[in-house]
């Protein structure tokens, strides 16, 4: 039952000529899980998922794939043969048509699933003979993720597959994903910045600053572990650090205090007693709140 | 299918390659006859220089067919046209997709950047092939219809010098296609690279007579009938050299 | 029938749905023996995450509110775990009462004691109920 995570990254580094994009990530990705992955734009995203495919080399630490190394070049090889991967800008050939497309994509996979092929073209609307360069941002994200979906691929890799569309086609993405991992058992590695779809579909998610991971989890857990805090005092609010665990956050405006922690309310709250708040207040904290206060305390 | 890939990318400047070539070779085997006239009026022209002593040259060989066929085809129409080719064929490569971003599709997939290399170079060799031989098989062809001929074997033969000779351009625009990401520089640069040689060789031919144009022109074959191997096969090593320093430039490089 | 659960509101999607079912079982739009949608369609038609999906039928399972027979898909159970609510309701009514006795012998206010009532149910991870 304790499956190998299909995702492990433990202290990756990438070091650009001036920039290190990547400083010691650390990250697993639990069989059949959809994964979100979310960040600041420059964050390191991108340059992570490119690691796991081999497109570009780690400066240090490691990232394993189906346990096998991703900067190996014939274990990434076999990593992508068992790997769907959009890419965040879903360049594709603007030479080639659908079809032409399909016909270069599908002899690498002999896993091909011709019937997935034969309903995505139906419900993404995708004509074979249509050209790459006429066709609209949404349009090239559903090609590329029924190229993508069609491989009998045991992992997706997805950066920011909803970017840039509108609502009606991100629905369908979405759709198609969520229909994917139902019927096929894949695993999902998204990065995003659309927090209302990570929070729709993920079940873990981890977010990336400047480089590091600053917080990983099952997000049940963290919808469950994060509480804002707000004590209200007769008088200035006090300059209290707490001593629980978890405390994201602390903001002090006139006599209202203002606590975001990771770590339940009942630490905060037994701290809180001792300085005698007028009133009490514990509510859940949305993913966008955790995101924006855990890549904001880095400041 | 990244045959079929390669195919799809190069398909138009191939075909247009061709094209120009096959009117080219039927434009100098028609015009044979207008020249053979002329071919009295030459001895009036007067040159001086080492140009001169080209066109002189020029003249003195295409006073019969086959000198003719060697001196304004396989010595100058085909050897420069070819060699362009060789370097638009060559400098558009995996990276010249990089600036419009198709080049992660291709990277994602399950093909070694050393297999992405071998295929695209051997596609562009094969058109480059075609491109040397097929045009030249053209004059035997039609040459009868100016009431000459040309062997079939000599066609075959300068045909495959030019080639074995200059897949080096070939190489080198798909080595600096590794290293641009634009397709403007490898090509300039191996075309620049070209026409420095090929000056070079004109100009110090008294020193230096073994130049590489003059291998891809077959002069030797032309003059003696001996197939310059020596020659060839290091043209042919340079080649294979480039393109493996291509698969290593390639296998280092970050997308 | 099953409508979409709020991803943002802070309350885990499986608890929505374990809500959306138990409301639908008691205005009787779900009638015991009902099928529920299967885990996979349920998903996709919904666009949430289909181990969501497992876990809310697992916990209403748990709950005697369903019972997913092996192969055959996921039923309303014949008591539609509406007794078993019911009864759980009205037996711990009396903890309820006695305790915001207490709290008004105290000097608290209505409000006031609602409001720590709402403060410790929202931090729900110490007062048992489904687990995450």
């Given at each position: 039952m304790a499956d190998a995570?299909?995702?492990?990254?433990?202290?990756?580094?990438?070091?650009?000529?001036?920039v290190d994009a990547v400083r010691g990530l650390d990250l697993q990705v639990p069989r059949g899980s959809i994964f979100g992955f979310l960040g600041r734009n420059g964050a390191g995203k991108t340059t992570t998922i490119k690691m796991l495919l081999g497109m570009a080399r780690p400066?240090?630490?490691?990232?394993?794939?189906?346990?096998?190394?991703?900067?190996?070049?014939?274990?990434?090889?076999?990593?992508?043969?068992?790997?769907?991967?959009?890419?965040e800008d879903k360049e594709l050939y603007d030479f080639m048509t659908v079809d032409d497309l399909v016909r270069f994509t599908a002899p690498f996979f002999p896993r091909w699933r011709r019937d997935l092929e034969e309903r995505y073209r139906r419900t993404f609307e995708l004509r074979g003979d249509m050209k790459v360069k006429t066709l609209s941002r949404g349009m090239r994200t559903k090609l590329a993720l029924l190229l993508a979906l069609c491989r009998g691929a045991e992992l997706l890799v997805l950066d920011e597959p909803t970017a840039g569309l509108d609502p009606a086609v991100t629905e369908e993405v979405l759709q198609a994903l969520v229909g994917h991992v139902a019927r096929d058992e894949t695993t999902v590695f998204f990065s995003s910045h659309q927090i209302a779809e990570v929070e729709q579909i993920a079940d873990r998610i981890a977010i990336i600053d400047r480089g590091r991971a600053v917080l990983t989890?099952?997000?049940d857990d963290l919808r469950d572990n994060f509480r804002r805090v707000q004590l209200v005092f007769d008088r200035e609010a006090p300059q209290t650090t707490f001593r629980a665990a978890g405390v994201a956050r602390v903001r002090r405006q006139g006599r209202v205090l203002t606590?975001?922690?990771?770590?339940?309310?009942?630490?905060?709250?037994?701290?809180?007693?001792?300085?005698?708040?007028?009133?009490?207040?514990?509510?859940?904290?949305?993913?966008?709140?955790?995101?924006?206060?855990?890549?904001?305390?880095?400041? | 299918m990244l045959w079929y890939k390669a195919w799809l990318e190069t398909r138009w400047r191939f075909a247009i390659g061709l094209a120009i070539l096959m009117v080219s070779a039927c434009g100098l085997v028609f015009a044979y006859p207008q020249v053979a006239r002329l071919m009295p009026l030459a001895s009036t022209i007067e040159a001086r220089g080492e140009i001169g002593r080209r066109v002189q040259e020029a003249v003195q060989l295409s006073r019969e067919y086959h000198g003719y066929i060697w001196s304004q085809w396989f010595r100058q129409n085909l050897i420069q046209m070819w060699t362009v080719f060789a370097a638009l064929l060559g400098a558009g490569g995996l990276l010249s997709q990089a600036s419009g971003g198709a080049a992660l599709y291709t990277l994602s997939m399950p093909a070694s950047r050393a297999r992405l290399l071998v295929v695209r170079a051997a596609a562009g060799l094969g058109e480059l092939l075609v491109l040397a031989?097929?045009?030249?098989?053209?004059?035997?062809?039609?040459?009868?219809?100016?009431?000459?001929?040309?062997?079939?074997?000599?066609?075959?033969?300068?045909?495959?010098?030019?080639?074995?000779?200059?897949?080096?351009?070939?190489?080198?625009?798909?080595?600096?296609?590794?290293?641009?990401?634009?397709?403007?520089?490898?090509?300039?640069?191996?075309?620049?690279?070209?026409?420095?040689?090929?000056?070079?060789?004109?100009?110090?031919r008294d020193v230096w007579p073994h130049g590489i144009f003059s291998l891809m022109n077959g002069e030797a074959y032309f003059r003696t009938r001996h197939v310059p191997w020596a020659g060839l096969i290091v043209t042919t090593a340079a080649a294979a050299a480039l393109l493996y320093g291509a698969a290593v430039s390639l296998a280092q490089r970050d997308f | 029938?099953?409508?979409?659960?709020?991803?943002?509101?802070?309350?885990?999607?499986?608890?929505?749905?374990?809500?959306?079912?138990?409301?639908?079982?008691?205005?009787?739009?779900?009638?015991?023996?009902?099928?529920?949608?299967?885990?996979?369609?349920?998903?996709?038609?919904?666009?949430?995450?289909p181990n969501t999906v497992a876990k809310a039928y697992r916990e209403l399972e748990h709950e005697g509110v369903i019972e997913l027979r092996h192969g055959a898909g996921a039923f309303v159970?014949?008591?539609?775990?509406?007794?078993?609510?019911?009864?759980?309701?009205?037996?711990?009514?009396?903890?309820?009462?006695?305790?915001?006795?207490?709290?008004?012998?105290?000097?608290?206010?209505?409000?006031?004691?609602?409001?720590?009532?709402?403060?410790?149910?929202?931090?729900?991870?110490?007062?048992?109920?489904?687990?995450?």
């Open positions: 995570p299909v995702i492990e990254i433990a202290g990756l580094q990438k070091r650009y000529a001036s400066s240090g630490g490691s990232a394993r794939v189906f346990g096998l190394a991703a900067d190996a070049p014939h274990a990434s090889v076999e990593i992508r043969r068992r790997t769907g991967f959009v890419s989890g099952a997000l606590v975001v922690t990771s770590g339940g309310a009942e630490p905060i709250l037994d701290e809180a007693r001792a300085l005698g708040p007028v009133s009490v207040d514990v509510a859940p904290v949305t993913l966008k709140d955790i995101f924006l206060e855990t890549v904001a305390t880095e400041d | 031989i097929a045009p030249s098989l053209l004059i035997p062809l039609l040459s009868p219809a100016v009431g000459d001929s040309y062997s079939v074997v000599d066609a075959i033969v300068h045909g495959a010098c030019l080639f074995l000779g200059g897949a080096v351009f070939y190489a080198l625009a798909v080595l600096l296609s590794t290293i641009f990401a634009d397709i403007w520089r490898p090509l300039l640069i191996s075309l620049a690279v070209a026409v420095v040689m090929a000056l070079g060789e004109m100009f110090v | 029938m099953l409508f979409r659960p709020n991803p943002s509101l802070g309350v885990p999607i499986y608890l929505q749905l374990m809500e959306q079912v138990k409301h639908a079982v008691e205005t009787g739009a779900l009638r015991p023996g009902d099928q529920l949608p299967g885990i996979r369609p349920l998903a996709e038609e919904l666009v949430i995450n159970t014949a008591h539609g775990g509406g007794r078993k609510a019911a009864d759980k309701v009205r037996a711990a009514q009396p903890v309820v009462a006695a305790a915001v006795e207490r709290l008004r012998a105290r000097g608290l206010t209505d409000e006031e004691i609602r409001r720590m009532f709402e403060a410790e149910l929202a931090g729900l991870t110490r007062t048992g109920g489904p687990r995450g």
